[in-house]
């Protein structure tokens, strides 16, 4: 089974639509989550960090179900410009980040 | 905020030639740096973690004599792929942990800093 998992896609949807994106993760030491996002042909950029308690940034919202080992991301009132790949990543204390594949988001006018 | 700075950002070169990319923090100390490959349309897959002054540790899979890492200061880290070959081409992306920042905790993600990437083609 794979470190982490989520739909690789590619969702599209029209501008104004809000979407929702899942993961899970294998390993239950896990301390860390985080989503990035890529662009096509550039490095991961840090999109949030993920809490228990849920978080929100502008119009994206990410939440953490540790009992499940469920990550999520909801994107409210998309944008043409939040066509991109979202990364789902784990992190154990003091090593490098788990990357998921990637779901890839494609927001049409 | 903290620059981590890779070069070259794409390079192509012949079979059976070496290629060094090069991968610098340039405001922050880096004790550990680690190097990821890139397929298309696959994850971030990590080959190895770097640590300054000491060898590298190499993921399962990844031939350590032929992509050789060298971390010889906080600041540089060093991935050579030698005898490269058509299967090699990816794209090379490495990270660098904030010495400060990261020390004695679990750490958040806004600790690690991504180079721009190197796009590897070899013919």
């Known amino acids: 089974r794979k470190e982490v998992e989520q739909d690789p896609g590619p969702f599209n949807v029209p501008e104004g639509a809000t979407v929702a994106f899942n993961c899970t993760y294998s390993n239950s030491a896990s301390q860390s989550f985080f989503w990035y996002r890529q662009d096509c042909r550039k490095e991961p950029k840090l999109l949030m960090s993920?809490?228990?308690s849920g978080n929100e940034d502008g119009r994206f919202t990410a939440q953490l179900n540790r009992a499940s080992q469920y990550i999520s991301l909801l994107i409210r009132d998309s944008k043409l410009s939040d066509s991109a790949t979202y990364l789902c990543?784990?992190?154990?204390?003091?090593?490098?980040?788990?990357f998921g594949k990637g779901t890839t988001l494609s927001v049409s006018s | 905020g903290a620059v981590v700075s890779q070069h070259p950002s794409w390079v192509i070169c012949k079979s059976g030639t070496s290629v060094k990319i090069e991968c610098r923090s340039l405001d922050f100390q880096a004790t550990t740096m680690f190097w990821y490959r890139q397929f298309p349309k696959q994850s971030l897959m990590l080959m190895a973690t770097s640590n300054e002054g000491s060898k590298a540790t190499y993921e399962q899979g990844v031939e350590k004599d032929k992509f050789l890492i060298n971390h010889a200061s906080l600041t540089l880290s060093t991935l050579t792929v030698t005898s490269a070959h058509p299967e090699d081409s990816s794209f090379y992306i490495c990270?660098?942990?904030?010495?400060?920042?990261?020390?004695?905790?679990?750490?958040?993600?806004?600790?690690?800093?991504f180079g721009e990437g190197s796009w590897l083609t070899v013919v």
């Open positions: 990543v784990v992190r154990f204390a003091g090593t490098a980040l788990i």
């Open positions: 990270s660098a942990r904030d010495f400060e920042t990261g020390q004695g905790s679990a750490s958040s993600g806004n600790t690690i800093y």
């Open positions: 993920v809490y228990s």
